[in-house]
């Protein structure tokens, strides 16, 4: 798929990483965030977004605050310990455009992604709002669904997905996700590559990163005698094993390695490289 066949930009860091062991530590649900880019300032209109909205919900409100928008569902309820409450997004309009460096280092799914991206002048903020206690799949299910709606009424030139440090093509975040062969990790994940700096072997890292933001670990392999590619299909199988199974790789579990029938060991352990998180280091044999 060509993944990772462009190198001219892998991010260098330091040999011998000291990596902290962790018993048993997990990642907590973080908010979900994504930021519509835009080249010419955009009108958000309510009504065209719940038009196309309704497309994915049955029951849906939305109502206007102070120039941003909140949006609840009636029909997907957040039990906390005394309230029960409907699922929120809220859509905010920010006047200066701010990416952060890691946005334009690890775009392997889009060659024109920092050129497009570094024209747009304008960002809309797209987040959910306390629904980290929902069941992961379901929100996953519930907020792509309306980010989906949102980048289908707004027509945004590039999509930033914060956690998983990428830039998207909006057609393809749109095509992956109603596609019948739904990949649902599209855009909450990306794979990263890095140089393991003064390595004698050359060392490569590549990891997950996303995964956290559901409540998940992702995971890290670093290696020195496999193709970058290779590895990036088998962390993206892994990703997708965890999201359909759930949190069940303990300390000392194996998981199937390039070939069949290898078993490479795995370690909880807490991540070398930002963003803090809790990360399944699998050890090539």
């Not at 309306?146 to 956690?163: E, G, N």
Request: proline share 4%; hydrophobic share 40%.
């Amino acid at each position: 798929m060509g993944l990772f066949n462009i190198f001219k930009k892998k991010t260098a860091l330091p040999a011998n990483e000291p990596e902290a062991e962790l018993e048993r530590l997990e990642n907590f649900p973080e908010l979900l965030m994504f930021k519509l880019l835009f080249i010419n300032k955009p009108e958000l209109n309510i009504n065209k977004i719940l038009t196309e909205a309704k497309t994915y919900f049955t029951n849906i409100e939305g109502s206007e605050n102070e120039g941003s928008l909140l949006f609840s569902f009636p029909g997907i309820k957040i039990e906390f310990a005394d309230a029960i409450i409907d699922a929120q997004c809220v859509i905010a309009q920010n006047e200066n455009i701010s990416l952060p460096e890691t946005a334009f280092q690890q775009n392997w799914n889009w060659q024109e992604a920092n050129d497009v991206a570094a024209e747009c002048k304008y960002e809309v903020l797209v987040t959910d709002m306390l629904s980290r206690m929902l069941e992961y799949k379901q929100r996953v299910n519930w907020f792509m669904n309306f980010l989906v709606a949102v980048t289908r009424a707004t027509k945004p030139d590039a999509v930033y997905s914060f956690h998983s440090q990428k830039i998207i093509k909006p057609a393809d975040l749109i095509s992956n996700w109603d596609s019948v062969e739904k990949q649902a990790l599209y855009s909450i994940c990306n794979v990263r590559l890095y140089n393991i700096s003064d390595s004698a072997k050359k060392e490569l890292l590549m990891d997950t990163v996303g995964l956290h933001s559901l409540g998940l670990p992702d995971f890290q392999i670093r290696f020195v005698d496999f193709e970058a590619n290779e590895i990036a299909g088998l962390l993206w199988n892994y990703a997708y094993y965890i999201y359909d199974y759930g949190d069940v790789i303990e300390n000392g579990n194996t998981l199937e390695g390039t070939t069949t029938g290898t078993k490479w060991k795995c370690e909880r352990i807490v991540s070398p490289l930002n963003p803090e998180r809790v990360i399944i280091s699998v050890l090539p044999n």
